[in-house]
Nanobody, 115 residues
């Protein structure tokens, strides 16, 4: 079972940028699709972005044009570059497989965007 550790979150002003990183305990090239999820207080967890082993990406409508997901199979990492951040992006961000079954959820990393 893959273990995942997220990092890179923090407090940023609206319009700013952050880059999140996810370190996996196993070779992610074996995983068809990896994704970044987020969960805001009182809301369900949602899939924000995903990337296949071949590099094909998909994004939620709310982040299209602002976020970019990437993967480095050699380093077993998945990153999320977040630009033009909005207060609505405030949430705990998690990485995991974008398809089932999920691995064990990590602690996530908090992203807070101030207006």
């Amino acid at each position: 079972q893959v273990q995942l550790v997220e990092s890179g979150g923090g407090l940023v002003q609206a319009g700013g940028s952050l880059r999140l990183s996810c370190a996996a305990s196993t070779s992610i090239f074996r995983i068809l699709a990896m994704g970044w999820y987020r969960q805001a207080p009182g809301k369900q967890r949602e899939l924000v972005a995903s990337i296949t082993s071949g590099g094909r990406t998909n994004y939620a409508d709310s982040v299209k044009g602002r976020f970019a997901i990437s993967r480095d199979n050699a380093k077993n990492t998945v990153s999320l570059q977040m630009n033009s951040l909005k207060p609505e992006d405030t949430a705990v961000y998690y990485c995991n497989k974008a398809d089932l079954p999920w691995g064990t959820w990590g602690q996530g990393t908090q992203v807070t965007v101030s207006s």
